[in-house]
């Protein structure tokens, strides 16, 4: 089956510009995640989506950063206006269900702010 | 919220010894425990989960134990090899998933 897909894989960008990325999960999958890992740590939760709504966004800086699952299906993460510490790895990931699936990666949107 | 710590940070084997990366967890709602392994510059990948029902699993040289009473879980390795050098998480979840800091793990030849 193909895996999750995301664009682009590489960013970068001035702090206050604005950048989107991409994530196609894998067909059938129910819920789709975007995290955000900095270098040398975990990846952190930034929204959760069950279909086409919300889960948990207590994550998500709202001021800055949205996100939206069109049709249940394919998703878009924006920051608007970028900072410096916002460069990281974003990864997708899909699953199943809720929570104790297998969570399945996609090969991540590395962002750089200068 | 849930809260995961992961130790140690960094792990050094030689080859053919025995890994062991120990996690704690907040919650104790908390059902599900994957394990992901993250080679450089890859996407994390699952290795081992176990559920709360179940005490132990084990997936050829890797296993995972669970004690729930503690809220703890651990993640063994035996018989390493170069290729299981990564970086590997833990997380716990109810409703979402928590990971872990990450433990680097270098198997030395």
């Known amino acids: 089956e193909a895996g999750v897909a995301q664009s682009p894989r590489y960013k970068i960008i001035e702090k206050r510009q604005s950048v989107a990325f991409w994530c196609n999960p894998i067909?059938?999958?129910?819920?789709l995640y975007w995290y955000q890992q900095i270098l040398g740590q975990g990846p952190k939760l930034l929204i959760q989506?069950?279909?086409?709504?919300?889960?948990?966004d207590s994550q998500l800086p709202k001021d800055r950063f949205s996100a939206e699952r069109l049709k249940g299906v394919d998703s878009t993460l924006k920051i608007q206006p970028a900072k410096l510490e916002d460069s990281a790895v974003y990864l997708c990931?899909?699953?199943?269900?809720?929570?104790?699936?297998?969570?399945?990666f996609g090969p991540g949107t590395r962002l750089t702010v200068t | 919220g849930e809260n995961v710590e992961q130790h140690p940070s960094t792990l050094s084997v030689q080859e053919g010894d025995s890994a062991v990366i120990k996690c704690t967890y907040s919650d104790s709602a908390s059902n599900y425990f994957p394990w992901y392994k993250q080679e450089l510059g890859k996407r994390p990948q699952l290795i081992i989960d176990i559920r709360s029902n179940v005490g132990e699993k084990k997936d050829q040289r890797i296993a995972v134990t669970l004690n729930k009473t503690a809220k703890h879980f651990s993640l063994h390795i035996t018989e390493t090899q170069p290729e299981d050098s990564a970086v590997y998480f833990c997380a716990a979840s109810m409703d979402k998933v928590i990971f872990g800091p990450g433990t680097s793990l270098s198997v030395i030849p």
């Open positions: 989506f069950q279909n086409n709504g919300v889960v948990d």
């Open positions: 067909s059938g999958h129910a819920t």
């Open positions: 990931a899909s699953s199943l269900g809720l929570a104790d699936y297998e969570q399945y």
